[in-house]
């Protein structure tokens, strides 16, 4: 009886080891996971018709962007990489008075122990991401503001997290800026869908 309860441990611990060793497999660095922003993203993005613009607070009804939505020869969003790799440029509503720029970077490109974020958004400001390695997974891109800066800790209004969510394969973007203001989240904020062009 002992040598099977003896065995009966020996196999859960066996068990608990292996779990243990898939989950550290499964981690992503900075590094793994700017790449893979890379491979997914880089391409030109149309903002998808009105019925995809799912679980948004209306931004695509915005007048300076509302004659984006569904076409598919208007640009919505653009990523490509620039600095001979080390960045991916996104451009956010090109040609409107919305247009934003966002620069997805490591903080450093042969040592990439972070993956950082400028916004320069409409709002006259550039808050600063870092990676939130624990929300992001193969198809998420989760982006918090850098808390060491004074304007995420500020009451100033800006955008104070960033989620880029794939799906249909790779071919539907949902891209989330979550607004903070007066230390709080905002009701509104600037989330639009789009597809691949």
Known sequence: ????????????VLSFT???AKEEQKKLSPMDVYKHMVMVLSDT???????????TTGAYKNKAIAHLVGND???GTQYKVIGRGATLEEILLPDTMKS??????CNS??????LRATHYCAKQN???FLLNLDETTENKF???????TELCNSAEDHIHKIILELSDEDDHLKASYLAWKDKKLRKKHSIYHFDRM
């Open 109 to 114: 490109y042969t040592n990439c122990t972070e």
């Open 142 to 148: 989760v982006f918090d503001c850098n808390m060491k």
């Open 1 to 12: 009886m002992k040598k099977i309860l003896l065995l009966g441990v020996l196999l859960g």
């Open 126 to 128: 550039q808050p600063e």
């Open 45 to 55: 993005w149309y903002l998808s018709e009105e019925k995809k613009q799912i679980d």
């Open 18 to 20: 292996l779990l243990d």
């Open 100 to 105: 934003m720029v966002t620069m997805y970077h």
């Open 73 to 75: 020869e208007a640009i």
